[in-house]
């Protein structure tokens, strides 16, 4: 079965780039912003080995990308692919994401949309951790360099999303990204609540 190619849609100064609807990505005043917050809830596996499992999942916000992180992050990838991309990315810093019960990793880049309907979209890039067996036997796998999770944030504090665990980003008709899933479908991600609240910035 061919892996499901999600494509998704940012705007940067209103230009449409692709990748994740990420407008602007600090939406204070509007909204709220979360900064410092905790969210946490469940990963529930839709498919693969793992399918019809389930483990915590743990987002710590410390700090949204800027408009020019996207922009640097897309130049990256338009000059050297997803390589280039990954280099970039990994001195950024937004955060904290945790996955069942290990000690989680950096969340490289988080950004922040307030929709019309009142949710906040939080979307979150991040260099996944990849296995010694990976390389060892050349898994397929290892092209597959990034994870990322979409989070929709009801006002009360409460929502759901959901995460991929190991995607590949690419460049399609020079202005779009283009996230492919390893797997079939995207875990869910369940009970999200946030903790910790701080107001907006």
């Known amino acids: 079965m061919r892996n499901k190619a999600v494509v998704f849609r940012m705007s940067l100064f209103g230009l449409a780039l692709g990748l994740l609807l990420i407008t602007t990505p600090r939406v204070y005043g509007q909204g709220e912003s979360y900064i410092g917050a905790t969210i946490t809830g469940t990963a529930y596996a839709m498919s693969g080995r793992q399918a019809g499992r389930s483990g915590t999942f743990r987002l710590i916000i410390n700090r949204y990308a800027s408009t020019q992180d996207v922009q640097t992050l897309n130049d990256a990838l338009r000059s050297g692919g997803q390589d280039e991309m990954l280099r970039v990315l990994s001195r950024m810093d937004g955060g904290r994401i945790q996955v069942g019960s290990g000690i989680g990793v950096q969340a490289n880049i988080i950004t922040a949309e307030l929709l019309p309907n009142g949710e906040t979209k939080i979307v979150v890039i991040y260099e996944r ?41 690419r460049m399609r008709n020079g202005n779009t990204w283009e996230v492919e899933d390893f797997g079939t479908f995207p875990a869910r991600l369940m009970g999200l609540r946030v903790r910790d609240r701080r107001e907006p910035r």
Request: no cysteine.
């Open 129 to 169: 951790s990849i296995r010694f067996s990976e390389l060892r036997y050349g898994a397929r796998s290892q092209d597959y360099k990034f994870g990322h999770a979409e989070l929709f944030i009801r006002r009360n504090g409460q929502g759901q999303g959901t995460w991929i665990s190991a995607a590949k980003i």
